[in-house]
């Protein structure tokens, strides 16, 4: 078998690049382990309209929960403040998506541009000649195909070993790593247009908790944490009591959240979405991100075969153009995810407290200085977040 690109892994990356490839004309198969692509799902399921901007594709309602239109923080007090969607921080407005229904109908439209899928067929190495990537070989039911390649694109997630196979430096160590634990629930007496994001030591440690909803009284409850005593799962059980509903599924899964690769591409390679570090490390995010570098991928694709040039100088145009697109972005948000790190619960509970009923757009600099007169401590975060902005 013989392909132009070969790209493992079929979720959002995976889809995301075959689609392009394919878009552009090329002769594209993409490879998935699993047995049906979008489950199990390892996600809350939010994201931004700009990820359909990026996708051109018209939102379905086949995969929409509900249209969310801001984000609520709670102080582990319980105090909190609302920061409503496009403003001048950044918070887009968005959806909650049914991912399983989302990621199978992405690669459906990949499959309607052209592309080959194979599922339930695990790449197991790299065929490699003169230290270029120009194939893979994988296993698929019991049996193993060589299959060659001008580009293999590796968007293989956060469990990635393509990249590693290829020579390149991972980042993903345990301890940069967010574990989860989140549940489905039914019975959610909730506002279906706002997410809500719950910080404190003992509510998430290192992390924080989400509750996503899904409109109709379902929601997704789940929490991140790093370093904890105790498992995701254990803080998740203990949140949950409060509330009389009850859970229809259960997602364990990890974030990466060190920052990007140093390098995400080689000779006939290049590495995309969780496999290369792409999450925003400051809130999880990984949607819009994977998609962004996902399409850049599969248009860099294009070009370098139409150009015959798939070296690895020609590749460097894959990783120049995804980080002059997000890679400031991701500087900023690992400079806030050790800011927030930082902060106590009694940080946290006086922030909300002087947030609290404020239109977050229009916090006055001399109301942030009297504050900062009680805070010094918390200078360099409000100096971040407020003063920069406005
Ligand atoms: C608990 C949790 C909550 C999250 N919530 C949000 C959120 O609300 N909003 C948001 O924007 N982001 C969220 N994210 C992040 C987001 O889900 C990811 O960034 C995004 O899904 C990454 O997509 P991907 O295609 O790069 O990787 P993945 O979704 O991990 O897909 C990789 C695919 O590759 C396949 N694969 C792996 N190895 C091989 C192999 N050798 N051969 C063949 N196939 C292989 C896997 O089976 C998998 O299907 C969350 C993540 C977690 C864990």
Redesign the pocket.
């Known amino acids: 078998m013989k392909y132009d690109v070969v790209v ?7 889809s995301t690049s075959s689609l392009f490839a394919s878009k552009g004309g090329l002769d594209v198969l993409m ?4 047995q049906e692509i979008g489950t199990p799902v ?6 931004t309209n700009e990820t359909f901007n990026i996708l051109e594709i018209e939102p379905s309602p086949k995969y929409l929960c509900t249209d969310i239109k801001g984000v609520d923080f709670y102080a582990p007090s319980g105090k909190h403040f609302r920061v409503k969607g496009n403003n001048m921080y950044g918070f887009m407005e968005g959806y909650v998506l049914e991912r399983k229904i989302f990621d199978k109908q992405l690669a459906i439209e990949s499959a309607k541009a052209g592309t080959d899928i194979m599922v339930k ?3 197991k190495e790299l065929i490699r000649k003169d230290g270029n990537v120009c194939g893979v070989v994988a296993k698929h039911l019991g049996k193993t195909v060589e299959i060659k390649a001008d580009i293999v694109i590796a ?5 990635s ?1 393509i990249a590693r196979m290829a020579g390149l430096k991972t980042v993903n160590k345990t301890e940069d790593i967010a574990s ?1 634990a ?1 549940y489905e629930m039914v019975g959610m007496d909730i506002d279906p247009n706002y997410l809500q994001i719950h910080h404190g030591a003992k509510i998430a440690p290192g992390g924080y908790l989400w509750i ?1 909803p899904k409109g109709d009284g379902v929601a997704n409850i ?1 929490l991140g944490v790093i370093n904890s005593k105790e498992t995701a799962i254990y803080h998740l059980n203990k949140f949950i009591k409060k509330f009389d509903a009850t859970p229809v599924e259960l ?1 364990i ?3 990466p959240l060190a920052g990007p690769m140093e390098k995400t591409y080689s000779s006939g390679l290049m590495v ?4 290369a570090g792409q ?1 925003d490390p400051m809130n ?5 991100n ?1 998609v962004k570098c996902g399409r850049i991928a599969g248009e860099v694709a294009v070009e370098a075969i139409e150009n015959e040039d798939t070296s690895s100088k020609y590749l460097k145009k894959y990783e120049d153009q995804w980080r002059s697109a997000i890679g400031k972005t991701l500087e900023t948000s690992l400079r806030y995810q050790k800011i927030f790190q930082n902060l106590k619960d009694d940080d946290f509970n006086v922030l909300a407290e002087f947030l609290e009923g404020k239109n977050v757009e229009s916090i006055s600099k001399l109301s942030i200085l009297k504050f900062l007169k009680n805070y010094p401590h918390l200078i360099t975060l409000l100096f971040n977040v407020f003063i920069l902005k406005q």
Do not use: P
């Not at 493992?8 to 995976?14: E, I, K, N, Q, S």
């Not at 968007?155 to 469990?159: Q, S």
């Not at 995309?272 to 496999?275: F, Y």
């Open positions: 493992v892994g079929g979720r959002l990356g995976g490879i998935e382990k699993r390892q996600c809350a399921e939010a994201t067929t695990t790449v968007a293989d997630g956060l469990e070993n989860c989140q996503f789940g997602n899964g990890g974030v995309v979405g969780d496999a999450v999880g995010a990984g949607i819009q994977t």
